[in-house]
Nanobody, 121 residues
Framework: QVQLVESGGGLVQAGGSLRVSCAAS????????MGWFRQAPGKEREFVAT????????RYADSVKARFTISRDNAKNTVYLQMNSMKPEDTAVYYC??????????????WGQGTQVTVSA
């Protein structure tokens, strides 16, 4: 059983930057693909970014491409999402997830509790 704990959320002004982190425990971190998803008020949860087991391959939603960067540190069992040039529409609860399949779909086995990110205009 893998436990995921997100941190680093908060309030940021439009155009600013924020980095959220997700610490994993209870499993072999490098065995899992890691993903970030988000859910805005009144909307369905959507894919943001994913990174493969070694960190050598990443994929992004079109809405965040060139602004967000996903990375991982397998020695620290942690995945990061660096968010730059943020927009009010990035406001959401951000969830990290761990799974066995490298996919943009929500086919992940474990999910964190989420961290709130709010971007003010």
């Amino acid at each position: 059983q893998v436990q995921l704990v997100e941190s680093g959320g908060g309030l940021v002004q439009a155009g600013g930057s924020l980095r959220v982190s997700c610490a994993a425990s209870g499993g072999i971190f490098s065995n899992y693909v890691m993903g970030w998803f988000r859910q805005a008020p009144g909307k369905e949860r959507e894919f943001v970014a994913t990174i493969n087991w070694s960190g050598g391959s990443t994929r992004y939603a079109d809405s965040v491409k060139a602004r967000f960067t996903i990375s991982r540190d397998n020695a620290k069992n942690t995945v990061y999402l660096q968010m730059n040039s943020m927009k009010p529409e990035d406001t959401a609860v951000y969830y990290c997830a761990a799974g066995r399949v490298y996919t943009v779909q929500q086919r992940y086995d474990y999910w964190g509790q989420g961290t709130q990110v709010t971007v003010s205009a």
